[in-house]
């Protein structure tokens, strides 16, 4: 089964670090693209990051220069680092796979349960 | 911040018929690029109900279909059941500087 998990999620206080994992089972993390959405409090799903399957790495202007996505082939886990964390940072955080199948634009899917990160003093 | 636009709401009876739409613009969906579509239930992750424009994934229902034309796509859901009221997301690719993956501003389907 095609699986995705979040963990690491928690209250951290204005200006600090924080990294979240996602274990994907039932495919290859390094073989596909991998993105992080994320979504405010009682607010829409917002695009953060992805990870191409040949390592190219792109970011949300908002999270640019803060947060760093990446990948551990042995573990399976994608990553999202997270730095100087603001108020506005405030998110159910998501990970999922975007599928690209040749010739299509990515779509994503699946998604996993999502880990909440509180950026609160 | 979202680039594709949605109404907040739509409402309609059990059996009905109701469409949400998604506005874009020149640097996605009215660049040619697909739009996909998302139903996030109350307490869940969001989970993919069309892609491609018009494709079901398995296990999706036939009352819901995707079309686009310009710059704008639409979902339709119809015989809506109770089952149906949530959230509902378009998504496209966006080939400005600062935006890999765009989504809409989301829509609360309502049954009445």
């Known amino acids: 089964e095609v699986q995705l998990v979040e963990t690491g999620g928690g209250l951290i206080q204005p200006g600090g670090s924080l990294r979240l994992s996602c274990a994907a089972s039932?495919?290859?993390?390094?073989?596909?693209?991998m993105s992080w959405v994320r979504q405010a409090p009682g607010k829409g799903l917002e695009w953060v990051s992805v990870?191409?399957?040949?390592?190219?790495?792109y970011y949300a202007d908002s999270v640019k220069g803060r947060f760093t996505i990446s990948r551990d082939n042995s573990k399976n886990t994608l990553y999202l680092q997270m730095s100087s964390l603001r108020a506005e940072d405030t998110a159910v955080y998501y990970c999922?796979?975007?599928?690209?199948?040749?010739?299509?634009?990515?779509?994503?899917?699946?998604w996993g349960q999502g880990t909440l990160v509180t950026v609160s003093s | 911040q979202s680039v594709l636009t949605q109404p907040p709401s739509v409402s309609g009876a059990p059996g009905q018929r109701v469409t949400i739409s998604c506005t874009g613009s020149?640097?996605?969906?009215?660049?040619?690029?697909?739009v996909h579509w998302y139903q996030q239930l109350p307490g869940t992750a969001p989970k993919l109900l069309i892609y491609?424009?018009?494709n079901r994934p398995s296990g999706v229902p036939d009352r819901f279909s995707g079309s686009k034309s310009g710059t704008s796509a639409s979902l339709a859901i119809t015989g809506l059941q109770a089952e149906d009221e949530a959230d509902y997301y378009c998504?496209?690719?966006?080939?400005?500087?600062?935006?890999?993956?765009?989504f809409g501003t989301g829509t609360k389907v309502t049954v009445l």
């Open positions: 020149s640097s996605n969906i009215g660049a040619g690029y697909d």
């Open positions: 491609g424009n018009n």
């Open positions: 999922a796979r975007a599928l690209s199948p040749v010739g299509e634009d990515p779509w994503f899917d699946p």
């Open positions: 998504q496209s690719y966006d080939s400005s500087l600062s935006a890999h993956y765009v």
């Open positions: 039932g495919f290859t993390v390094t073989s596909n693209y």
């Open positions: 990870i191409y399957s040949g390592g190219s790495t």
